[in-house]
T-cell receptor, first 113, second 114 residues
């Protein structure tokens, strides 16, 4: 199974952009890159996903390297509510038509007021 | 309800007892995943259902763990003869299995084995 590697923790100042990196050097051509975040005592929530092109939504942007071996989640203006553990995930497809979501270790983001 | 519902939210049990954890998916979601999250750790994949069948059981840690899904809806994760190392939050996630594949998670069931 393809794996992802993320820094254990990062800090950011409030109102500043945050760039959260993820390495996935063994990604295969059909694997989607997903990002989820987990607030304390809650289940993870979806943030964004992509395959090859960069993606933007109301929560964040996802920048995917040309070789797809790494990606970066960008929070444009961090707020205190963005403090969470961010997971970079590969959604792997199998020939049986099934899918598997492979979680990495996550990055704990601390936002400083 | 509108989201994925898990019960119980908290369960304290004695070592050796059996426990059942339940997951009610969002209506119409055909894919269902169980994960385990130990304290301070990431999510560990346990089992995946497509409809009522489980094509991937590779994550179940031992034969004490089993899961079933009926009517393509509710799923039950059963842990027999619980051990202290089974203490964790058990998370259920579901989706429509479309190309975009966004997962919707429940709040989890926190299991404590004394």
């Amino acid at each position: 199974d393809a794996k992802t590697t993320q820094p254990n923790s990062m800090e950011s100042n409030e109102e500043e952009p945050v760039h959260l990196p993820c390495n996935h050097s063994t990604i295969s051509g059909t694997d989607y890159i997903h990002w989820y975040r987990q607030l304390p005592s809650q289940g993870p929530e979806y943030v964004i996903h992509g395959l090859t092109s960069n993606v933007n939504n109301r929560m964040a942007s996802l920048a995917i390297a040309e070789d797809r071996k790494s990606s970066t989640l960008i929070l444009h203006r961090a707020t205190l509510r963005d403090a969470a553990v961010y997971y970079c995930i590969l959604r792997a497809a199998f020939t049986s038509g099934t899918y598997k979501y492979i979680f990495g270790t996550g990055t704990r983001l601390k936002v400083l007021a | 309800g509108a989201g994925v519902s898990q019960s119980p939210s908290n369960k304290v049990t004695e070592k050796g007892k059996d426990v059942e954890l339940r997951c009610d998916p969002i209506s119409g979601h055909t894919a269902l995943y169980w994960y385990r999250q130990s304290l301070g750790q990431g999510l560990e994949f346990l089992i995946y259902f497509q409809g009522n069948s489980a094509p991937d059981k590779s994550g179940l840690p031992s034969d004490r763990f089993s899961a079933e899904r009926t009517g393509g809806s509710v799923s039950t994760l059963t842990i027999q003869r619980t051990q202290q190392e089974d203490s964790a939050v058990y998370l259920c996630a579901t989706n429509l299995q479309r190309t975009d594949g966004e997962l919707f998670f429940g709040e989890g069931s926190r299991l404590t084995v004394l």
